[in-house]
Nanobody, 125 residues
Framework: QVQLAESGGGLVHTGGSLRLSCAAS????????IGWFRQAPGKEREGVSC?????????YYADSVKGRFTISRDNAKNTVYLQMSSLKPEDTAVYYC?????????????????WGQGTQVTVSA
């Protein structure tokens, strides 16, 4: 089993920055893809970004965040980060950290079996 704990959400003004963290426990994520989804009220869940395994892994960004968000992982800490800059009101959502080890049809070509509880990000106009 893998447990994921997100932190770093909050309230920020338009144009501001936040860094989300996701600490994993239970097993090493070296061979797992790990990423972030978000869901705003009344909207469908959106795959925001992901990074595949630790060994030269590739990254993915949704068009809506490309150039503004950066995903990274610290393997020693079993932690993934999402640096969010130039935030917009439309980035307001609950952000979920996810991870999985199996190929699938979701972002980065994986399926995500483990989800965190989510952290709220609110961007005021």
């Amino acid at each position: 089993q893998v447990q994921l704990a997100e932190s770093g959400g909050g309230l920020v003004h338009t144009g501001g920055s936040l860094r989300l963290s996701c600490a994993a426990s239970g097993r090493s994520l070296d061979y797992y893809a790990i990423g972030w989804f978000r869901q705003a009220p009344g909207k469908e869940r959106e795959g925001v970004s992901c990074i595949t395994n630790s060994f030269g892994g590739t990254t993915y960004y949704a068009d809506s965040v490309k150039g503004r968000f950066t995903i990274s992982r610290d393997n020693a800490k079993n932690t993934v980060y999402l640096q969010m800059s130039s935030l917009k009101p439309e980035d307001t959502a609950v952000y979920y950290c996810v991870t999985g080890a199996s190929w699938g049809h979701s972002i980065c070509g994986y399926q995500y079996d483990y989800w965190g509880q989510g952290t709220q990000v609110t961007v005021s106009a």
